[in-house]
């Protein structure tokens, strides 16, 4: 009964000291332009190098150093072929039925250290990504290439001009070129420097980089687009702890908040911040269910297709998203996504019927692969030691253990989890799966092209990839999207890489921030941040 | 004494050898490597490219010859280049070093000045209300985990005064005000635990010791009580404290790893978790390293002050 004395007490003593050492309310406006943006990225960045890596984390604090070629408009929540917007190119052209693509470049844009940007540093840039024999550096990662498998040469017959030659059609080409893993690095700049230093063209300058600690930028001068950045600065403080990057939101340490974020978290800050505005949108990363195709019994498409009918997609919305998520195919579903497959169909996807029905169909299926209550299928689930992988794996092994299924959780650490899986040392897993752009090229290779690295469950189809190389190479954008449909239903009715859902997005912002914008089809192509502004 | 500090530091060669290549091989046994990280969760895997970076990294080599190139590095002083980020490692450690060492310090520092003091209170007052409060208050130290602590403390400020200590380090030298507003309240979350431990060690050792002969003769003789007390009982009674106080500062460092992380400070506890799960070898190793150096340093600095504390104890005789 007393044991709550103390801790009062010493909860008491705690506030006492906060009150007396906490520095007065008393700070001083910002104007309505200028100040410095303070955020928490995903978490800290392996280098400054976007090409060289693979998380939101890099393209959130490398983004506002670079510049590409062409950028998705920031202000358009829907990324696609008509909201590019140009960058270092003034503008473009497609030439010879899209098998050239020819970029005329701004006169005006300098390099951070002063040297003028040319067309020499493009050809560098993608001929070091594309790994051209003759390229002048070369990543030691590179990520990416597959999108530049279609480039045979890129030429620069002057200085503000660039063509790159393609060896069939790929309107796919201009999107990638889009992304924010796509910036234009410096001919001049030693490759190795980006690890932690940064010479780009972007609008902002960086003036710090603790690795592991924090980013800070400082507006760019020099920069080539007239009244931009609006911020004097934008500083990226790495906060691991969840609860604490909310606390710091709440006291008004951080500006915006919420990359990684649930629903939960974001109601959570506001509800202890009331004045916080949350965004939600929709984004294109999916929960998705790896099955392993190279190992009995998940080669056997009935238990496979039992899996798949063993997840109720609506208990998996309410449960693990907590309402936060939408249902699709490979692609991510309309309106938010422009590939996806039509409302009528996704409703009709396993997992979303009747789940009385779709588990009885489950046994059914599980009993005619020999699996009953007497010898029930015995599996593992894996999946990422993250909260938010767990959280919805667990989630499966409970539905999968409706069905009759012994599976038992196995938490992977995340250094080792993209080894094991490439190596598909696994029998079911949990997985999220981001895109860099919402475009079928980017999706499918990926992932579901036999031999593909990321093709994780170790899928293949013949079919499958004479499709995809089909699609990639139709110009008219309907008949594209029928194929693409028509590949995306294949694989659903494969259960290659079941998709459980499309989450949400969050972010939470103070109301004195303006134009920080979100994107509905992707999180990799906004965080140039030249628009945003402190309304203090 | 000379030669009793000269053997303990011999032993303490031989200790640390031990342990670095425990260390050595632990780091070996985890699954996966710095390369395996990189690449394959790049998702493009360059078999070629894979083994030039090994070969980069000196991780292509035996396992015999990396473990003697990194203790050869370590005598002359070359702690190698991290993995992660492509820095001397020292580059990255030598930051962090204060940050961690200034919370384990003012942590003690709060266990020892909250811990002796109350815990011969409470055994001066036995029985008595401010006995069984100052009890309680240990008891809930013990129970609390700190990193449990360290939340409370955050939602509790967050959400009564909607502040929170500082998210970005913040030098002494900078502001020295600020960076005390920063760690005082960390370090309390670390000391709270270790305070509660030392209050009860003192009270039980102070309480056989005011039962002694020669504390009742002075009762006798009429000294007044704080003599008695501080400089008579506490005395005695303070080699197992001390003995206590050394062991806690080496195991303060699995308490900060969390503190750090919760109260955002950029330290080496923090940073050691990191370089674990990226396999960042020269990180971990030298990182792992230091922090044993300290605990045996810790250690003896502990043995030596015996002989302050109760001259009686000779090691050289031993």
């Not at chain 1, 309107?171 to 992304?179: G, K, N, V």
């Not at chain 1, 269910?289 to 080669?299: C, G, I, S, Y």
């Amino acid at each position: 009964m007393r044991q709550p004395v103390p801790l009062a007490a010493a909860l008491s003593l705690l506030l006492a000291l906060g009150l007396v050492l906490a520095p007065g309310p008393g700070t001083a406006q910002a104007p309505r332009s200028g100040g410095v943006l303070v955020t928490s990225p995903l978490s800290a960045t392996p280098s400054l190098s976007p090409h060289e890596e693979s998380t939101i984390a890099t393209v959130q604090q490398a983004s506002p150093c670079f510049n590409n070629l062409v950028y998705y408009d920031p202000m358009k929540k829907v990324e696609s072929v008509d909201t590019i917007i140009p960058e270092l190119a003034e503008k473009w052209s497609w030439q010879d039925n899209y098998r050239n693509l020819v970029f005329f470049l701004r006169k005006d844009v300098k390099w951070h250290d002063g040297k003028p940007f040319t067309s020499q540093d493009v050809k560098y840039t993608f001929d070091m990504v594309r790994g051209a024999p003759d390229a002048k550096a070369r990543l030691k990662v590179n990520p990416r290439k597959l999108w530049y498998e279609a480039v045979e040469a890129i030429e620069a017959p002057d200085a503000y001009t660039v063509v790159f030659r393609l060896k069939h059609p790929q309107p796919s080409l201009l999107l990638m070129l889009a992304s924010g893993y796509s910036p234009v690095y410096p001919a001049h700049v030693p490759l190795a420097e980006f690890k932690n230093k940064c010479i780009g063209t972007g609008p902002f300058k960086l003036k710090d980089n603790k690795p592991g600690e924090l980013v800070e930028y400082v507006r760019n001068p020099d920069y080539f687009v007239k009244g931009r950045p609006y911020l004097d600065g934008i500083k990226f403080v790495i906060i691991r702890d969840r609860s604490t990057q909310i606390a710091a939101l709440q006291s008004g340490q951080l500006d915006v908040g919420g990359s990684g974020w649930n629903k939960t978290n974001a109601e959570n800050a506001k509800n202890g911040a009331p004045k916080l505005t949350i965004v939600e949108a929709d984004s294109n990363v999916n929960d998705n269910v790896l099955v392993n195709f190279k190992k009995a019994p998940f080669n056997d498409v009935r238990v496979r297709r039992a899996i798949n009918l063993a997840l109720d997609r609506k208990a998996y919305l309410i449960g693990p998203r907590q309402g936060a998520a939408t249902f699709g195919g490979a692609l991510l579903p309309r309106p938010a996504g422009m590939w996806g497959l039509p409302a009528a169909e996704v409703a009709k996807l396993p997992g979303m019927a009747d789940p009385k029905q779709q588990k009885a169909e489950a046994r059914k299926l599980l009993a005619e692969a020999g699996f009953t209550a007497a010898n029930p299928l015995k599996m593992v689930v894996s999946t990422r030691a993250l909260a938010i992988y767990v959280d919805t794996a667990s989630w499966m092994v409970d539905q999968l253990e409706q069905v009759g299924v012994q599976a038992t959780l196995e938490q992977i650490e995340t250094g080792v989890w993209h080894p094991k899986m490439t190596r598909l040392e696994y029998q079911v897993a949990l997985n999220l799966t981001g895109v860099g752009i919402d475009d079928p090229d980017a999706q499918l290779f990926e992932n579901y092209h036999c031999g593909s690295q990321r093709n994780f469950s170790g899928y293949c189809s013949e079919e499958i990839d004479k499709l995809m190389a089909q699609q990639s190479q139709t110009l008219d954008r309907a008949k594209r999207l029928a194929l693409v449909n028509e590949i995306d239903r294949k694989l659903q009715a494969d259960g290659a890489r079941p998709i459980l859902g499309w989450g949400k997005q969050y972010y939470v912002h103070w109301p004195h921030v303006k134009n920080w914008a979100v994107h509905e089809n992707s999180i990799y192509n906004v965080s140039r941040r030249q628009d945003v502004w402190l309304d203090k | 004494m000379r030669t009793y500090v000269a053997k303990r530091l011999a032993i303490a060669g031989v200790t640390l050898l031990g342990m670095s290549l425990l260390l050595f091989v632990l780091m070996r046994l985890a699954p996966g490597n710095i390369t395996d990280i990189i690449f394959e969760s790049a998702g493009y895997v360059d078999e070629a490219d894979r083994h030039r970076l090994e070969a980069e990294l000196g991780i292509d080599k035996p396992l015999v010859v990396q473990y003697g190139r990194w203790l050869g590095d370590l005598v002359r002083g070359e702690l190698g280049k991290s993995y992660r980020y492509d820095l001397p490692a020292w580059e990255v450690i030598k930051p962090r070093l204060p940050v961690t060492l200034e919370l384990a310090v003012l942590a003690m520092g709060f266990s020892v000045l909250l811990g002796v003091p109350f815990g011969v209170i409470s055994a001066v007052r036995r029985g008595r209300p401010l006995d069984y409060a100052l009890r309680v208050v240990s008891l809930a130290g013990l129970s609390m985990p700190a990193f449990w602590l360290a939340m409370v403390i955050i939602l509790t400020l967050v959400r009564s005064v909607g502040w929170i200590p500082s998210m970005t380090y913040v030098s002494p030298f900078d502001d020295l005000r600020a960076n005390l507003v920063q760690f005082l309240l960390p370090a309390l979350a670390v000391g709270y635990r270790s305070s509660a431990l030392i209050m009860r060690i003192t009270r039980s050792t102070m309480l056989e010791v005011l039962r002694e002969d020669y504390i009742r003769t002075a009762w006798a003789k009429g000294q007044r009580e704080a003599l008695v007390v501080w400089r008579h009982a506490l005395k005695n009674a303070s080699l197992p404290v001390v003995t206590l106080i050394g062991i806690e500062f080496a195991f303060l460092i699995g308490g900060l790893v969390v503190t750090e992380t919760v109260f955002n400070l950029p330290g080496v506890a923090r940073y050691l978790v990191d370089a674990i799960q990226f396999r960042d070898y020269p990180i971990v190793q030298n990182l792992a390293m230091l922090i044993a150096v300290v605990v045996v340093l810790a250690n003896l600095a502990v043995d030596v002050l015996y002989t302050w504390l109760d001259p009686r104890i000779k090691y050289g005789s031993a």
